[in-house]
Every structure is written in structure tokens, then in C-alpha cells.
């Protein structure tokens, strides 16, 4: 996947703006990032959550999105032109999959949330399998981040409520030990993903 430089640094830019003015939006850890191919692991409590992510980190990032959203004439282009990834959350396909190990494979930084949907209450989910798939298929290290604040921002069904600060924290990188083909350490790395998520504190 290409992404056009204009689109996305131009939206990127826009994101950061807007979360400084309006929820004045610190991060922690995003300098010690590693080079290289990497996968960014938020937990997901609202929309926010992927531009506050992204907007912090001076790199191209790559996001899954639901793939209804690519829609023309404007989602069709204007969605991978800033490094989305059409995807079937009902029924994900090998196209996704493909997208995605192309993105890792030319050394691109994917943000793939754990948990899949945005949570209800605020509390983080029960991660799915998917992320350990990815990271033992391809060998990327995986970085848990903590998005804290964006569902007071703006939750799940709710309004948008501006001057709710948002903190976003990048831990260590992780990688991924087991059995490659094995779905039962798909999921136990996961889940050790979202325990260190839960372990990143505010600052």
C-alpha cells in the first residue's frame, strides 16, 4: 500500500492541532520507538483513538477500518491515500491479511488494536487472537500504548466533549515466543499485550 505524503502528513498535522487545542494531548515513550517494521497496540475506547495515536508519531502510521467506510467517491480514495486498510470485522478476508504483511513487510508501522471494538464502559477488553497471529507470521515487535482520557473526549454512542485532556503512552516493545502456528499462543500473546497496556500508567 502507498499512501500519498500530502494527504497524510496534511491530516496528521490537522490531528495534532486539533487534540493540543481542544484536549491538550501529551505522550510519553513515542521517542523510544525502534526503526524498523512495528506494530502500535492501543486499547480502543472511542474514534479518537487512532489519530491520537498516529498524530504523535513522526512516522507514516497504517490503521484498519471498516471496510463500508471506503465508499465513493471520497472514502475510496481518500482512505488509503492516509494509510487505512479496508477490513470485514464480520469476515476477514485474505486481502486484509495481505495489505497488512505488505505494510510490515516494507518496514511500515501498523496500528492494530488488541481488543478489536471500542469498549462500552471504558475498561479494557479481552484481546483477540489477531495480533499474535500477525506479530509470529511476520516477526514484528509490538509496542503496547495506553490512550487515556479519548472515551471522557468522545465515547462509544456519546457527543464530542472538547477540554478532556488525552494522554498517550508508548511501552516497551514486545515480541512474540510460541508456536508460529499455534492459535493457543496467538492468544496468550495477546492477552500478555493487553496486561502490559493495563501496566502503562498516566503521567
Known amino acids: 500500500m ?10 496528521r498535522l490537522f490531528s495534532y492541532c486539533f487534540f493540543r487545542a481542544f484536549h ?8 523510544d520507538l525502534p526503526a524498523g517494521p512495528l506494530i502500535l497496540a492501543p486499547n480502543h475506547a472511542s474514534y479518537f ?6 498524530c504523535l508519531v513522526p512516522r507514516v502510521t497504517y490503521y ?18 492516509i494509510g487505512s486498510i479496508p ?4 469476515s476477514p478476508g485474505p486481502s486484509s491479511l495481505k495489505n497488512i504483511f505488505e505494510v510490515l513487510k516494507n518496514r511500515g508501522t501498523l496500528v492494530l488494536f488488541p481488543e478489536g471494538a471500542r469498549t462500552m464502559d471504558g475498561k479494557l477488553n479481552h484481546a483477540e487472537p489477531g495480533i499474535g497471529l500477525i506479530a509470529a507470521r511476520t516477526g514484528t515487535p509490538v509496542v503496547p500504548v495506553h490512550i487515556i482520557g ?8 456519546g457527543s464530542w466533549h472538547p477540554f478532556r485532556p488525552i494522554r498517550v503512552i508508548y511501552g516497551k516493545p514486545m515480541h512474540f515466543r510460541g508456536d508460529p502456528k499455534n492459535r493457543a499462543d496467538y492468544q496468550k500473546f495477546a492477552d500478555e499485550v493487553m496486561a502490559a497496556i493495563a501496566d502503562l500508567k498516566d503521567f
Open 87 to 90: 477490513v470485514n470485522q464480520e
Open 2 to 11: 502507498r499512501v500519498c505524503p500530502f494527504w497524510f502528513h496534511g491530516c
Open 150 to 157: 479519548s472515551r471522557d473526549a468522545l465515547p462509544r454512542g
Open 49 to 54: 483513538d487512532p489519530p491520537a495515536v498516529g
Open 24 to 31: 491538550l494531548i501529551r505522550g510519553r515513550g513515542m521517542g
Open 64 to 81: 484498519l477500518a471498516r471496510h463500508t467506510l471506503f465508499a465513493p467517491p471520497i472514502g475510496s480514495w481518500l482512505l488509503p491515500s
